[in-house]
Structure formats: structure tokens, C-alpha cells
């Protein structure tokens, strides 16, 4: 929260400021004295040109208990035609203001002023301060306090007595003269102070005043209390609010003698003052700044930090005098390092209160000592590092591109520490216009396994990139361009753009297959397998193709090693596909994702036996590896649990299932990959249904065993011929064991001295007549009979005179 609120936090970056009066000189290993011997900071006029200010001081002061800081005062009360500043110009300045007592001992007072509003155009050289005694209220005669000039806004009068009550007054000097005594001042009591508390701070000044910021600077109490000051408190008030209207901006004490103040309104004016702390609490509050417009004025400039072409760091403040032209201060860094982290500030006198900082860090610091260090030995880029590739033929190929290179850039090429030069087995170009540098060589031999470095250097600026091709690097590369070389040769001639390779069909055929190119009509492709030639395709009728051989029904005995070779006047190529081992089991596990993927899902059926799972794929291999499962475990087959192959059926037999059989059951098809799952749940109403129905084909079944049956022995016609004898036998099954009843002409019959009927053993029926009549013709049939069913069989006997034949014969 700002002024506008109760506090304002201040960030890392606030400028640490000291007594200006207090001239430091700069370590000579940090600031550089730029044009003379005696000065660190330089002013510039007009575009390109850099002169020195006469009288103008530069000063750099340095805190020895914090972080570095650093302060520029640059006089500007001279410009071209009056570098100097002359008596007769100048005016003796006004008086003083604002005399306050910092401290008071038995016989002594420490005063603090305010610089007068009017300086007289040349620089306050000093201050006169005269003292008188007031008894009972009536001044007494002035006397001096110090004969020779004191430098400081503050002073020690000496030699008063203790209890006494006097009055001062202020007079400043510059080169023109002592102006007039300031106002008396208050009466103030000289008793020793013996508060806790810290005395003012005194000497408030503004900086950097901005629409919305300003740094406001202190010196401390002379009194301090009784210990040590600890910390500052900055107050804030709109210039014409009243008293109540002071408000803190900063809760937490400022360790430092200065606060950089945020968030003002632009266009307001505001006053400011500043309280010391100590152990025993907050002391007197110091005497109010002049009002203070919160207003960044045209023209103002912040310190700019450059780094020149030769690597020099320099911090640059440009401000505006008097003169149309402005001017530039300038602090040069010689060798800057470490001690040189700090805040550095630039204030410009004589002017309306041009002031500047500028923070730098350690990370700031290190970038600009790269910086500098790049204008020193300036490198030149490269959009890519140096890098080998293979070209055509195996060709190898060591390139790299600077993003930029004069006509007059050169580039040496190294191996091993010795320079190449263009011959047979090197060839070198420079393309200036992209910067492409490259070296060609036709192959690789052992001898060039080492170090490749090409140099760059264009002006001053260099560069250089390496590659390292040893060991396993340089082997593979090597390796490679051979590779790559013999390939060129072999594609001269017929070849194979893809090698021998096979594919699966959706019905499960099994295509070899390889794609060729640079054919001629006079090209032959032979096929072998394990050896014999097995194909021939000859007068093909493409530059570029695919050849092809299919296996419709693949067997282990397909198993092998097949071959294609490509022949003609220019050459031949051969490609080899390995089918044995691991690579017919590749195949072969392709060749079952493909019938597991066409496998329907698992379903269930009851039988006589007891309850069946099947599912059917679009064909079935010999070779194919399935997996019975229940409950997710491997089913172990017995005489109760089977499983087979009906055509394309798989199927899992459970006889005579019980509810231990309920449960999950998958079939598993193997294709050497995650294989598939076909999945069935027999459990529930599943389960009570196909049970159901294996109860009713079951019972089916045995009748349809156990019912009567006439097995044969029937002929269907008889013809005998009269008084000859009739024995027919049939065979009867049946459990229980039937009954048998026989027939004429639909009519039962009984067994007699004519035709004797018996059943024996309750399998044979037999029937005979002795002599056989023309009365025992007609159509006869058996009927047997149990419980689980009937059947009959049936017969005619034709009986015939032999008279009667011969005459139908005639």
C-alpha cells in the first residue's frame, strides 16, 4: 500500500545515497577516468561529441557496512560560452531556513538548516552561524559561532552555558559573497537531552522525482538516546492536509538512510519527514521537506547502461541545463567485478533536480561481462555446429553455417591439428552468400578416425567448430558409407527397392512378396526355396513392380528358405527370407491372429451327452494352438471333459455336467502377442437351461436306443412254389426285450401245424410254413413292440403251381 494507503513496501533497488559534501574517490580498479586524470564522470554535448564541464565535480562514495552503492554529482552551471561562472554573474545567495535543534548537552547545540531557496547562481561554498542569549525574553547582542565557512547544513555551537536560552541565525557564502542572516531563530533551552529515544534526522533532500515515485535521503540523528539507532520510519501527507493527515509509508524500519516512496498521484503534492527508532522506541519526528510535485518532467531520463564496440561497460545519464543542447554523463568501469554490485545514482546540480539510478546485480553484472567480453573478442555466430552427413555413393559430407560472413571471411579446414588443403581427396566450399562451409570426401579408411576442426575468422571475429569421429563413431559412419556405396553400385543394375517380406491375406493365405525396380524385359526373377528353384517369372513387363508367390493352405511343410534372384547383362541382386525357426513361428502366429480375429463368439448347446461350448472360424490350421478355460484356469482334460475340431468348429464337451461345472469359460487362441478371448458364462439360467435340455436329449437318446426294432432278415417278396416249405428269420432288439405279434393280409395270426411261429432268446423271430398252399399267399408282417416303441417289417409270399407257370410261360 502507497502513500494513499498506511504503507508502501520498497522493493531491493533503492538507490543508497551518502553526504554529498563527502568526496570518495573511486578505487582505480573500478571506475575508469575517462578523458582526464582527475574525473570519472564526463558530459557530452551535441551528437557526437563529448566535452568536460569546467569546476564540475564527480564524486563516487561507497557505504563500508552495506552493499556497494555509488553517487555522481555533476555541476551544471556552465555550458560553452561560460564555462566558468564569474563574480560579476553571480549573486551573493539568500538566507537559510528552518533552524532546528539535533542535539543539546550542558554547553553545547547541535543546529541543523535548510539551504536557501536562492543559491545566487554559483555553488553555497559555506555557512556563517551567530548565536545570542535571551534573557527574560529580550535578545542579547549576536556573536559569531565560527569564523571559517562550515561546509555542512549542521553545526556545533560551542561554549553556552548550561540553562540558558538563546537564539541563532544563518548566513551562506558563495563565490559572490555572504548574503544576508536568516531569521532568528526559536528560543531553545541549552539542557543536556537525557531522552530514551533518538534525537531528528535531519537533511531531508528529494530525488528522482517521478509522476508516481520519488527518493527521499536523511542523515541521521546526532542525538541518538541512549542506544544505537535501528531503523527509519518515512511519514507522508498530501501538502495542504492537515496534521491528521500524516500517514506511514513503510511499516517495517528502513536500515537505511534513504526510501524510495511508490504509488503518488501524478499532479499531487505531497511533503514528507522521517522518524528514528531505536531499542527504546520512535524519537521526534524531523522537520518537514518542502512541498514536493509529484510530476515527471518533459525531457527527464533514466541512467542507461552501454557496453561499446571495445567491450568497455559505462553507465549514461543525459539530462538538459540551461542549454538547448543535452548533456550526457558518463561513468566508465575499468575492470569490474564483485565490488562493484551496488545501487549508482547521478544528480545533476544547477539544474530543476535531474537525478537518476540504477540498480546493478549480480546477475545484471555477469550479463554485461559477457557482453563486454563479446564485443572484446567478438565470435562469429553459426546458425548450426559443425556436422558430418553421407551424400550419394556413400559420399561423407562435414558441413556447418555461420549466420554471417564478410567477403573477405576465411576458413581453415584441420584434422588431427594439421590444416587440409584442397586436392584429390579433400574438396572445400565456402558459399559467402549462406554461409555454408563444407568438405567433401569420397569414403573413409581407418587413417581418417580423429578430430575434424574448421576455424572461422572474419575481422577480428573468430570461430570454431570440431567434431569428434573415434572409436564406435567413426565405425559406424565408416561402416555406413561402405554401406551406402555398394548400395549405389547394386542399383545400377536390376534390384530389390523392398526386400522379401510376407503378408497375410484375410482368408489366411500366406503372400511372399518383394518389390523390385530398374527392370528390363530381359530381367529374370527366380524363386527357390531351400535351394530349388520352385518359380520362374521372366519377360516382366514393368520398369517397376512387385513380384509375388502364394501359399494357399500353409503346413510345416512350408517351412523354409525362400530366395527371389534378379539377373540380366547388368547385374543380379538376390533377397532371402528366412521361414525356419523363429521366422515360421512369426508367420505362423500372424497366420493364427488372423483365424482367432475371425473366430465367432463362444456360444453353448446341449447334446445327449451333456453340454457343449463351440465357436467356428473362417477356416482352421493344423497348426493352431487354443486354450480351454475355466474360472480363468487351464481346463485338464479327462474322459469326462474334451475338446476337438468338427471342421471349423472348436468345441469344449462336458458329459454329465454338474453345478460344479457353472462358472466363466474362455477359449484362448495363441499368436505368440497378447492372443484373443472368446468368453462364455454358463452359470444362472445358462446353465438351468442347457442342463434342461441335456436331460431331454439324454432321455431321447436312450429310447431311441432301447425301442423295439425288427434289425432285418425280411426279404421284401417271396415266391415259392406249392408244397414246398417256407423258413423265414429275422433278428428283434429291443430293451425290454419286445413283443412280437405277426400278421396276414393286417389280420393276426397264431402259430400252428401250418405255420409255425416262435421268438427265441428275445433276438430271433422266426416263420415257417411246411408246406407251402396257394392259400398261404399275401402280404405278412412282424410287429414288435416294448415300451420305448413299435416297429414292423414287412413281406409278401407269392406261392405258385408249377402247371400254372408253364402255361403262363406259353
Known sequence: MGPGGNACPLTEHEPRWTDKHETVQPSHDTVERHNKPQADTETGEGAGTVRQIRDQTAEVDKDPDGPQASKFTVDASGNEESAKPRREQAASPAPPHGITVLECVRDSMVLSWKQPTFIGGADITGYFVDYRQVVDGVPGKWHEANVKAVSDRAYRVSELRENRKYQFQVRAANMAGVGIPSMPSDTFLCEEWTIAVPGPPHDLQVREVRSDSLVLLWKPPVYQ???????????????????????????????????????????????????????AGVGKTSDVTEPVLALTKPGTKEIVVQVDDDGVISLNFEYSDLTPTPNLSQTVFNSPGEDDVGVYSCLVTHTDGASSSYTLSEEELKRLLNVSHDHKFPIIPLKSE????????????????????????????????????????????????????????????????????????????????????????????????????????????????????????????????????????????????????????????????????????????????????????????????????????????????????????????????????????????????????????????????????????????????????????????????????????????????????????????????????VAGGLPDVVTIQEGKALNLTCNISGNPVPEVTWLKNDREITSDEHCILKFESGKFASFTITGVNTSDSGKYSILVKNKFGTESGDFTVSVFIPEEAGAKKK
Open 225 to 279: 538516546g541512549r542506544d544505537p539507532v535501528n531503523g527509519f520510519y518515512v511519514d507522508i501527507k498530501e501538502g495542504d492536509a492537515p496534521e491528521e493527515a500524516w500517514r506511514g509509508v513503510n511499516t517495517k524500519a528502513a536500515e537505511k538512510t534513504y526510501l524510495k516512496v511508490k504509488n503518488l498521484k501524478e499532479g499531487e503534492t505531497y511533503v514528507l519527514r522521517v522518524r528514528a527508532q531505536n531499542k
Open 386 to 709: 559443425l556436422a558430418v552427413e553421407l551424400q550419394e555413393k556413400g559420399k561423407v559430407r562435414f558441413w556447418l553455417q555461420a549466420e554471417h560472413m564478410s567477403a573477405n571471411g576465411k576458413v581453415d579446414y584441420v584434422f588431427n591439428d594439421n590444416i587440409l588443403s584442397q586436392g584429390e581427396k579433400y574438396k572445400m566450399n565456402f558459399d559467402k552468400n549462406t554461409g555454408v562451409i563444407e568438405m567433401l570426401m569420397e569414403s573413409l579408411t581407418p587413417a581418417d578416425e580423429g578430430t575434424y576442426t574448421f576455424q572461422l575468422k572474419d575481422g577480428k571475429a573468430t570461430n570454431q567448430s570440431s567434431l569428434v569421429l573415434i572409436g564406435d563413431v567413426f565405425k559406424q559412419l565408416q561402416k555406413e558409407s561402405e554401406f551406402q556405396r555398394k548400395e549405389w553400385f547394386r542399383k545400377q543394375g536390376p534390384h530389390f527397392i523392398e526386400g522379401l517380406s510376407w503378408e497375410v491375406t484375410p482368408d489366411c493365405c500366406v503372400i511372399l512378396k518383394c518389390k523390385v525396380g530398374n527392370m528390363k524385359k530381359e530381367t529374370s526373377a527366380l524363386w527357390h526355396k531351400d535351394g530349388h528353384q520352385i518359380k520362374a517369372d521372366e519377360h516382366l513387363g514393368f520398369a517397376e513392380g512387385v513380384l509375388k508367390l502364394e501359399i494357399a493352405q500353409i503346413s510345416r511343410k512350408d517351412a523354409g528358405v525362400y530366395e527371389v534372384v534378379l539377373k540380366d547383362e547388368r547385374g543380379k541382386d538376390t533377397s532371402t527370407l528366412n521361414l525356419t525357426d523363429q521366422g515360421f513361428k512369426d508367420l505362423m502366429n500372424e497366420v493364427f491372429s488372423f483365424i482367432a480375429n475371425t473366430s465367432t463368439p463362444l456360444k453353448i448347446t446341449s447334446t445327449d451327452e451333456g453340454i457343449r461350448l463351440y465357436t467356428f472360424v473362417s477356416i482352421y490350421n493344423d497348426l493352431l494352438q487354443v486354450t480351454w478355460h475355466h474360472k480363468d484356469s487351464a481346463i485338464s482334460f479327462s474322459d469326462r471333459i474334451k475338446s476337438g475340431v468338427v471342421g471349423e468348429q472348436l468345441w469344449l464337451q462336458i458329459t454329465e455336467p454338474t453345478e460344479k461345472d457353472m462358472g466363466k469359460y474362455a477359449i484362448e487362441f495363441y499368436d505368440g502377442k497378447g492372443g484373443l478371448r472368446r468368453t462364455v458364462e454358463l452359470s444362472g439360467q445358462a446353465f438351468d437351461d442347457a442342463f434342461a435340455e441335456f436331460q431331454r436329449l439324454k432321455a431321447a437318446a436312450i429310447a431311441e436306443r432301447n425301442r423295439a426294432r
